[in-house]
């Protein structure tokens, strides 16, 4: 009884302070992949409505850890929760923005764009099976390409991230030895090769070591003008990274698969779709302590597909189909009610 | 205690014929000084308590073979400290073996040789190299040492040791990335210079100039005076000062993540890449959850227990010293 009427009292408040019209400071955290693009959005959301975000870019575990201990008004995350994570820790989970992850390269003689390697190829490299650039199979795939007999060096990230998440979940997709070898995780133990801290270790190593290989994120890649292979996709078509593919691999791809659009947007079918393509994710309370709070951050989210797809685009992010964020909008307009049952976000 | 002071007080107040100094600010004084170094012990305390609370749990599921285990998959929870623990000692030697002589070497230069014009200039200089924030190490260690290492010192050193037995082994690198435990060890050194080196000048500048002056009447050379009567003089003071740069190189994180390959191999090279406690620490904390986090607070622990053997051993051996 007496939590009801606390809960009541709490419903009221909030009714009241929803209307107040100061400005609104949202806060987050987590996921440093998506960093750039959030905070570029925030940068014109405050200048359109003078409210603004406050965004931590700790990474995604740190900011599963902010959201369950209710620190922050949403988390991020690179790898999206299980359902029953989701249903356990009472989130809802939503795609905010893609990104895609390329495999890039210190070849001599091979520009960017015209080495073409296969999911399984990439994993065997990996894993180190294939151990020369003049490797039989990596020929095949290369005619009128001439690559050098060099020993390949695969360089990976050191620190734990979103973007090996990603990496080692296509592999594993691709490659039954990759597996049940290495699995696909944040980290993983790698057999060979040399490790970087960050995108930029990764790319440093990768620019000093004459026939290695790495991979990173692509707009990391096209920013620095590192040369990056094309992959054959599912499909059995060789795809160069591009916003036109990644957006290809999630247009084929069926969101309402797994809770929380929790799917993997890596080896999709479609002759145009890049095979490592991911998207990014928000978990937000589906009861939140503070409604008004989560109803500001979802304002922002909102204004964002609405009018952040052509900033996406100029970072080299991909925004969602339209089709994607409707459905993203009518779960939050259904699935996130304050303690009064009251819905949090209005159309 | 505060009622006695002040009925003193007030009583002194009353007779102001023989004023004893109030003990007030004695008593304070004392009271603050003794919390600065009890707050220190907590600090410590609470650190390593909750270091080992968290810790615990890998203990407990992996026991000694955390040790002494060199698997560490994140995907499997299996989890072993040894390839980070054999890293942290070597690039930590590594550090020594070229830091300390260079650091001698420049205190000794500083206190006997260098003309008075250029002492200052010099010592400033590395002082200086002290604040250098280890970030920037690490940058300039991964962007502009590690190339020009690979270059000139992995590519020609491979191609003159191979095949050699043993050298041709520990100094033979199978990808000159120029990153490694020996470009670690080698940053480290040039990071507990500024340290050793300052401490050494300063013990040399204590030792009473009537010392080196009766060599010099007798006609020693510098050589000699060095050898025979400053450095046996500072001897213990000098293990001091190494052994806290030892310190420093041990725990030294962002620089030597950057620059030290982050593999979780063991290798016979030194040009090949490994991993240290503290940059394994660096690289997994952020994504860390559940018995992989626990595995770190472990290596924590670790490397705190190191760096205690570390430093009890510096003290027993001072402690020789000086008992001879």
């Given amino acids: 009884m007496k939590l009801l009427s606390f809960a009541f009292a709490a419903g009221l408040t909030v009714a009241s302070f929803s209307t107040a019209a100061t400005a609104a400071e949202i806060t987050g955290a987590g996921a440093t992949f998506p960093f750039p693009i959030y905070a570029k959005w925030a940068e014109a959301y405050k200048k359109d409505t003078n409210n603004s975000l406050n965004y931590q870019s700790i990474g995604s575990s740190g900011g599963i850890r902010q959201i369950r201990a209710k620190t922050v008004d949403f988390g991020a995350t690179d790898a999206p929760l299980k359902g029953e994570e989701l249903e356990k820790d009472g989130f809802v989970q939503f795609p905010m923005v893609m990104g895609g992850v390329v495999a890039v390269y210190n070849v001599q003689g091979v520009p960017s764009g015209k080495l073409k390697l296969t999911g399984d190829i990439l994993a065997d490299i990996f894993n180190g099976k294939i151990t020369k650039w003049n490797d039989a199979r990596i020929a095949k795939t290369n005619e009128g390409v001439t690559l050098p007999e060099g020993t390949i060096t695969p360089v990976y990230r050191s620190d734990g991230s979103g973007t090996t998440s990603v990496f080692t979940t296509y592999l594993s997709q691709v ?173 | 205690m505060v009622a006695l002071s002040q009925e003193r007080l007030v009583s002194s107040m009353r007779t102001p014929v023989r004023r004893s100094p109030p003990r007030t600010f004695d008593h304070v004084f004392r009271i603050a000084s003794l919390g600065s170094a009890l707050l220190v012990l907590i600090v410590l305390a609470g650190i390593l308590g909750s270091m080992i609370y968290g810790g615990l749990p890998a203990f407990r599921e992996f026991g000694f073979g955390f040790i002494t285990s060199s698997v560490w998959d994140v995907q499997r929870d299996q989890y072993g400290a040894w390839v980070a623990v054999i890293g942290t000692l070597t690039t930590a030697l590594v550090a020594l073996v070229i830091g300390v002589p260079v650091s001698l070497g420049i205190a000794i230069f500083l206190t006997q040789l260098c003309p008075p014009w250029l002492k200052r200039p010099v010592a400033t200089t590395i002082e200086l190299l002290a604040a250098v924030p280890s970030i920037i190490y690490g940058m300039w260690g991964l962007f502009v040492f590690a190339p020009l290492f690979a270059r000139f010192v992995q590519i020609p050193v491979s191609k003159l040791v191979e095949g050699i037995p043993i050298i041709g082994t520990i100094l033979y690198a199978s990808v000159p990335s120029g990153v490694g435990i020996l470009t670690a060890g080698i940053i480290l050194a040039v990071m507990i210079i500024p340290f050793v080196a300052s401490i050494t000048r300063d013990i040399f500048d204590q030792i009473p100039p009537v010392l080196r002056e009766s060599a010099y009447g007798i006609g020693c050379t510098t050589w000699e005076v060095v050898r025979h009567v400053l450095l046996p003089q500072a001897g213990v003071s000098i293990i001091g000062a190494i052994m806290l740069g030892l310190g420093r190189a041990l725990g030294e994180t962002m620089a030597v993540t950057f620059v030290v390959g982050n593999a979780n191999r063991l290798s016979a090279s030194l040009f090949d890449p490994g991993s240290t406690i503290a940059s394994r620490i660096a690289n997994e904390f952020n994504e860390a959850l559940g018995l992989q986090l626990n595995a770190l607070m472990a290596l924590g622990c670790i490397l705190f227990l190191v760096t205690f053997i570390v430093l009890v051993a510096a003290r027993l051996l001072i402690a020789r010293v000086n008992a001879r």
């Fill in chain 1, 175 to 347: 490659s039954e030895p990759w597996k049940s070898g290495p699995g696909a995780g944040a980290s993983v133990q790698w057999p060979i090769g040399q490790g970087g801290k960050g995108n930029e270790g990764v790319a440093a190593l990768v620019k000093q070591v004459p026939n290695a290989i790495g991979y990173v994120e692509y707009a990391y890649a096209k920013q620095n003008s590192i040369p990056f292979a094309q992959l054959q996709n599912k499909s059995g078509k060789f795809v160069a990274p591009e916003a036109k593919t990644f957006q290809a691999a999630a247009a084929g791809a069926d969101w309402k698969s797994a809770p929380g659009y929790g799917i993997s947007l890596t080896n999709q079918t479609g002759d145009e779709a890049w095979p490592i393509t991911a998207p990014t994710f928000i978990l937000v309370p589906k009861n939140p302590e503070k409604p008004e709070q989560v109803a500001e951050a979802l304002k922002f989210f909102d204004w964002s597909f609405k009018n952040g797809d052509q900033m996406a685009l100029e970072l080299d992010y991909v925004p969602l189909p339209a089709q994607v964020k409707d459905a993203v909008r009518a779960t939050w307009a259904s699935d996130i009610k304050d303690k009064s049952g009251q819905l949090v976000f209005k159309k």
